[in-house]
């Protein structure tokens, strides 16, 4: 950069900057920086070709120096740019791309994931600040992290609607939802334990007492106080067990 400032600053731009109509830059993003360095604004012309996107890939590929990555990065990002781009990426031949940008189908493959999942590494890329192969890393990185983040709510939206939609709605993260709803299980696996022993302790002894003489042995002397078995807690008893009953029937317990 420093030795194009110093070239513009004594000889001047031998090319002008090149934008589109719209005044969206295609060819001199260098060349405006130099000059703005130097504190001027640069001479601008305007493409007036029926395919900006096209001529941006050309201009860009006959740069001396460029990696296989950093070709294959420029290639894919003026092709996305290019109106064909409103048709799914794969419909955009990646064998004429990969042909007329001079690089292996593998590697306009790996620039269109980073374009799709890692837009922010694209111009890392061209510049050479890192390399092609990292940022495919990354970007697939990102896709398993997506996919993975889109089946957790699926399946929330199918367990738990209601936390689902709280994380659609903004007022949850994602990790936070399903940190809840773990937290959820947890508490009602610790209440079936604990209600299971309860049941399991008080229904089973009870049972064992038909047809002997227990109930006629009761002495309420001898019971502790807060444990007396009373006229109440015997109607509360077959209150439950009734309730008890209901249950495992429609349960289909034996």
Not at 5 to 30: E, N, T, W, Y
Not at 34 to 60: H, K, M, S, W
Not at 153 to 162: C, F, G, M, S
Request: charged letters at 25%; hydrophobic letters at 40%.
């Amino acid at each position: 950069m420093q030795a194009l400032v110093d070239s513009i600053k004594h000889d001047g731009m031998f090319q002008p900057i090149v934008v589109d109509s719209d005044g969206l830059l295609l060819d001199g993003r260098a060349r405006m920086k130099a000059c703005r360095e130097l504190g001027f604004e640069p001479e601008q012309v305007i493409f007036e070709g029926e395919d900006p996107g096209g001529y941006a890939l050309t201009v860009n590929l006959r740069r001396r120096g460029l990696t296989k990555g950093q070709t294959a990065m420029i290639a894919a990002k003026a092709c996305s740019s290019n109106e064909h781009a409103l048709r799914s990426l794969d419909e955009l031949t990646a064998r004429s791309l990969s042909e007329q940008a001079g690089v292996s189908l593998g590697g306009i493959g790996q620039a269109n994931m980073v374009l799709r999942f890692a837009a922010d590494l694209v111009d890392s890329v061209i510049s050479g600040a890192i390399g092609l192969n990292e940022a495919y890393k990354e970007a697939k990185k990102r896709k398993n992290q997506a996919s993975s983040a889109e089946a957790q709510l699926e399946r929330l939206r199918k367990d738990d609607p209601a936390l689902a939609n709280r994380v659609v709605e903004g007022e949850l993260t994602l990790a936070g939802a399903v940190a809840e709803r773990a937290a959820r299980l947890e508490d009602e696996a610790r209440q079936r334990q604990a209600s299971t022993q309860l049941l399991c302790q008080t229904v089973t002894p009870l049972s064992k007492t038909a047809a002997t003489d227990a109930f006629h042995q009761y002495d309420p002397a001898l019971a502790p106080p807060e444990q007396a078995v009373t006229r109440e807690r015997i109607a509360q008893a077959i209150s439950a067990l009734r309730e008890m009953d209901q249950v495992w029937q429609e349960r289909g317990l034996e």
